[in-house]
């Protein structure tokens, strides 16, 4: 490799090694530091400062995958053989091969800022500006985080693939808290010139003073806003996994056989944008080259997602969508930056029931879209302003059946880490409240 550099030379001692060894060897490498400040009420209650090394080997024998990793420099030829012992127990496979060669789109990915510094200085400058926005508000701060983080990744595989990406992240959160009400506002970004800590705390405050005299509402059937962090909890945990190409191939799935129905509204559009985002890269974690992926189309199922194991179990092409949670796991089917979109309006002009976040929809159902959530932070909306708080409720209904009649899309989206979509308006949800 062009690079004269410890790990790289490590990477292709593995790849040279393994090649002797398996019929295909793959490395995933990345290295990381970061610092990263907690909140303990008003006062700093915990600073740490982190540092991270590892490497991922997976090597395929005879159609068997086997896997292992390992954060110790020292370590990587045991780390091989471990991965080639465990292949030699794991079940065949159709298998056509890891990813080879091939040119790159001219692009430049927004996702590392060569002036962020990460260092305790910097981070209590953020934590100052955190408190400073919840100044002015009767309440109390009970606790808040920020952090910033630097990293490399590197994917190379016998085939003659190295893809390297450098990225960067901050992050900050605040909980408050008046009387019985809470609020809890974040923000993270690529960019720390991109975070308002201000706006953060400021924010955090003003939902814990809103809704310290919330009234109730009576069980029954109201126009409803999603605001865009409600929005992200229930795709996150119900939709997206839908268009897993495993999930869609093992009957895990709502859409299994719905490929090209018009099953969602026509003005609703989904995709993954893999070069627009923090998530933005331009090989996948397993070499791929990556594309735009539009999931729903004008309300169209119109594709599934795939990594290179699932899709030749299936007899399907990657679709790029291979990521990892890091060196210490195999690649999985997921998500690059997630955005949804169609025709915009004024969604808060009528009266509705609006909803800040929800509660338990990591509890919805998966495959049939059934759910019911505790609305956090909600109230009643009108003519763009929140009016009454409203405490105690629940919404329930079906995620899909909803996605199928949206009653209008806000003009303004928010970016909450890797996903930008909009407020949605809903008509006649069911609302459990008195």
């Given amino acids: ?45 915990e600073a740490e400062g982190s540092e991270s090394w590892g490497i991922g080997i997976r090597v395929v024998k005879d159609g068997k995958i086997g896997c292992s990793s390992t954060n110790d420099p020292k370590c990587f030829e ?34 590392f800022d060569e002036k962020m510094s990460c260092d305790i200085e910097t981070a209590e400058n953020f934590i100052e500006r955190l408190l ?68 953060t705390g400021r924010d955090a405050a003003s939902l814990a003073v809103f ?34 190409g495993r999930n869609v191939n093992s009957g895990r799935s709502y859409l299994a056989d719905k490929l090209g129905d018009d099953c969602f509204d026509e003005n609703l559009n989904l995709y993954d944008d893999p070069h627009h985002g923090t998530g933005s890269r331009l090989l996948d974690s397993e070499g791929v080259l990556t594309r735009r992926i539009d999931l729903i189309k004008s309300g169209v199922v119109n594709e599934f997602s795939y990594d290179l194991k699932t899709a030749y179990r299936y007899n399907q092409k990657s679709t790029g969508s291979a990521v990892r949670a890091g060196a210490g796991g195999s690649p999985a089917i997921g998500t690059h930056n997630i955005f949804l979109d169609g025709k915009r309006c004024d969604v808060f002009d009528e009266k509705a029931v609006y909803a800040h976040t929800v509660v338990g929809a990591h509890t919805a159902n998966a495959v049939t879209g059934d759910f019911s959530v505790e609305l956090s932070n909600a109230a009643w909306i009108e003519g763009g302003e929140k009016t009454k708080p409203i405490k105690s409720a629940m919404l329930s209904g079906n995620v899909f059946e909803m996605l199928g009649n949206i009653a209008g899309m806000s003009e303004e989206s928010r970016t909450l880490g890797s996903m930008t979509v909009p407020s949605l308006r809903f008509q006649e949800l069911f609302v459990v409240g008195e």
Avoid at 15 to 20: Q, V
Avoid at 142 to 158: M, T
Wanted: aromatic share 8%; hydrophobic share 35%.
């Fill in 1 to 45: 490799m062009a690079e004269d550099n410890e790990n790289f030379s490590i990477i292709d001692d593995i790849l040279r090694k393994g090649s002797k060894l398996a019929d295909d060897i793959e490395v995933f490498f990345s290295e990381g530091f970061g610092v990263g400040l907690e909140l303990k009420g008003r006062l700093i209650g």
């Fill in 78 to 111: 045991k780390c091989l053989l471990s991965a080639v012992s465990s292949s030699k127990l794991s079940t065949p496979q159709n298998w056509e091969g890891l990813s080879t060669p091939c040119s790159l789109p001219d692009l430049r990915l927004d996702v």
């Fill in 132 to 199: 400073f926005g919840a100044s002015d508000a009767d309440c109390d701060v009970v606790g808040g985080s920020v952090s910033f983080s630097k990293g490399q990744s590197v994917i190379a595989n016998s085939n003659g693939v190295f893809y390297s990406l450098e990225k960067t992240g901050c992050g900050v959160s605040m909980e408050t808290i008046a009387a019985t009400s809470t609020g809890y506002e974040f923000d993270s970004s690529s960019h720390a010139d991109r975070i308002d800590p201000e706006k």
């Fill in 211 to 244: 809704s310290k005299d919330a009234g109730s509402i009576k069980t029954g059937n109201y126009d409803v806003i999603l605001s865009p962090i409600a929005v992200c909890q229930l795709i996150g945990s119900v939709v997206i996994p839908s268009f897993s």
